[in-house]
């Protein structure tokens, strides 16, 4: 055994959902040194800042390929060849994105756990035994009188939409459930391991008892947890499923099962607190809702989020916890690219008793008033700072300049005047701590992982879609619709990078190729379940117009784009490797490449 640390990293759940894994990319260019892994296949030597050696990918007798250990990246003034260290281990052992980063993870000892795999059938009997269990609570919320009926009768709410969320009742013996799943003949070990019981001093005891279900449910339908909310006045009041290889809270949100296709049709998601609220909210009309599962809102969720729509309201309790998530909730929604307002309950103090005194209407005109991040920040600074003092009005300005760096110039420019006007600082003043000295650009680096980043800058829509996943979904519905699409998507087919989204691609192409159409059935048949999943969403959820064409052409347009803008970022990744020991004539190229790059970008805009 070698001394390498093992480090474990959940890969498969996210990658297959269709979104991009890029915290493993993250890990491995991290744990992989570029100089330590070039350096395995030819002599390296310090020149500077750089180290070089000759180049793996052209013929050459004085070395011309240069590594950045700082910027984790290599170029060849030879040949051109250039990437970070999974670029270079696509390119040497000829492997796509996928295999490159697998052949990395193996060398270093990073562990990817792959979705699917062997453990697929302990899965499938989770998801099972759950779905037993939630058969179970169900039955007993109807057929005897029971204390959360009344629970749920008094809280306004109807047999139809208790029904819709599943909700059940846990009743106050020792063992009911799991007597139950005995008789089903369930496995002990999994059950524990799912947390439905527990074990002490020999004896099997159900871990919920006396409380109303809730089950929590993915978007492919697959119960996945419990939560229980106690009906007498034991403690805790919420009781939610321990985390589960089936079960990972930062990967779910409560009610998107049923709320995701309101919340695409609305362009827009409420996020609330708890599940009482999804559930008045649902029932009172208000659809395009979900909440987190009793934790802080993270990336995962926030990413999920963005597959339906890119605008997100915040409407958490009024008190110090929920401003608090608020706020921190923002931060996350804004780094995942969410266009994020936050709104507080004014009548009542959740949304849950607000949409019962007042209806939906009262409470979609109560989110017409949601205030955008940036609004709500400044607000909340200005509470907190005493701008009659020199001091207060330092530390005001202190803390909202923080705030306007997050912004775009231009949208940074607008909060600026309006600042100044509110308060005695001058516009020049704030300006100058925002932008710096002489700076009016606020033009930030770029981090040196452009591609990804450069795919969703160039996406900006308010269509409320992911830009990356724009191209796939969109090139893959035009593909189901028109099969000449197929053969029109073959230059362009490096954009599906996902697993999944290629896999369905490639399907595709080789059934197009057997007969010339594609049969939706017969590309199911051949796809694995995860993939199917993928690809009744996109059916579902991708709607086809009329246009087509256009759609399409827009695809081409913005693939273009985005391989213009990070041929760009290479070029100035390179030029900024150059030495004096660099050819000249090279250098001269590049730069000519770049200008021309930077106008044909302009001359598009
Ligand atoms: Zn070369």
Redesign the pocket.
């Known amino acids: 055994m070698s001394n390498k640390k093992t480090y474990s990293i959940e890969f498969g759940e996210v990658w297959v959902n269709g979104l991009r894994s890029d915290s493993i990319v993250d890990e491995i260019k991290s744990r992989c040194n570029i100089v330590d892994v070039i350096g395995q296949h030819g002599a390296l030597k310090r020149a500077g800042s750089n180290h070089k050696g000759l180049?793996?990918?052209?013929g050459?007798k004085t070395p011309?390929?240069v590594v950045s250990e700082q910027k984790q990246i290599f170029t060849?003034?030879?040949?051109?060849?250039t990437g970070d260290v999974i670029e270079f281990t696509k390119r040497y052992y000829n492997l796509d994105f996928q295999e490159a980063v697998e052949k990395l993870a193996n060398q270093y000892g990073i562990e990817i756990r792959k979705f699917g795999g062997g453990d697929n059938q302990k899965r499938e009997a989770m998801y099972e035994l759950n779905r037993k269990a939630a058969r179970y609570f169900l039955d007993s919320f109807r057929k005897i009188p029971n204390p959360a009926l009344s629970y749920m009768a008094k809280r306004g709410l109807d047999a139809k939409t208790l029904n819709q969320f599943g909700i059940g009742f846990a009743d106050a013996n020792w063992d009911s459930l799991y007597k139950y799943l005995l008789s089903e003949g369930a496995d002990v070990n999994m059950m524990k391991e799912l947390g439905l019981i527990s074990e002490s001093k020999g004896k099997c005891f159900d871990k919920f008892r006396n409380r109303v279900m809730f089950p929590i449910i993915n978007t492919r339908g697959k119960v996945i947890g419990f939560g229980g909310r106690v009906l007498d006045d034991g403690t805790p009041k919420y009781l939610n499923s321990p985390e589960s290889p089936i079960f990972l809270k930062k990967n779910n949100l409560f009610g998107l099962n049923l709320t995701r296709q309101d919340i695409n049709k609305n362009d827009c998601a409420i996020l609330v607190e708890g599940y009482m609220d999804v559930i008045s909210l649902y029932k009172a009309g208000v659809r395009n809702v979900s909440a987190s599962l009793g934790t802080a809102l993270t990336e995962n969720q926030a990413a999920m989020l963005k597959r339906y729509t890119k605008n997100v309201i915040l409407c958490y309790d009024s008190d110090g916890a929920g401003r608090a998530a608020a706020l921190r909730g923002m931060d996350i929604l804004r780094a995942a690219g969410c266009n994020v307002k936050v709104m507080h309950v004014t009548d009542g103090k959740d949304p849950d008793e607000f949409v019962k005194a007042h209806g939906a209407e009262a409470f979609y005109a109560l989110t017409k008033t949601a205030k955008p991040f940036a609004d709500y920040k400044i607000d909340l600074i200005r509470q907190e700072t005493d701008l009659t003092t020199t001091e207060g009005s330092l530390e005001f300005l202190h803390r909202v300049t923080s705030v306007l760096k997050s912004l775009s110039p231009g949208e940074a420019d607008l909060y600026i005047g309006k600042i100044a006007a509110d308060t005695h600082i001058s516009e020049g003043a704030i300006r100058m701590e925002v932008f710096g000295n002489g700076f009016g650009g606020g033009k930030k680096e770029e981090p040196v992982n452009t591609a990804v980043r450069t795919e969703q800058d160039t996406g900006r829509r308010k269509d409320g879609t992911d830009p990356v996943l724009y191209l796939e979904k969109n090139l893959i519905r035009l593909m189901l619709a028109q099969s000449d699409f197929i053969q029109r998507t073959q230059p362009y087919e490096s954009v599906f990078r996902d697993a999944v989204y290629r896999k369905i691609y490639e399907t595709m192409k080789g059934l197009y190729r057997e007969d010339e159409e594609i049969d939706v059935g017969k590309l199911a048949d051949s796809l694995e379940p995860e993939e199917v999943a993928v690809l009744s969403d996109i059916l579902e959820n991708v709607k086809l117009t009329d246009k087509e064409e256009d759609v399409f052409l827009d695809c081409v347009t913005r693939i273009r784009n985005e391989r213009l803008s990070r041929r760009e970022q290479q070029i100035i990744q390179m030029l900024s490797l150059a030495d004096d020991e660099t050819d000249l004539a090279k250098v001269e190229e590049l730069t000519r490449e770049l200008m021309t790059i930077q106008q044909q970008k302009n001359n598009r805009e």
């Not at 180049?55 to 052209?58: D, E, L, S």
């Open positions: 180049c793996p990918f052209h050459e011309s390929c060849c003034f030879g040949c051109g060849a």
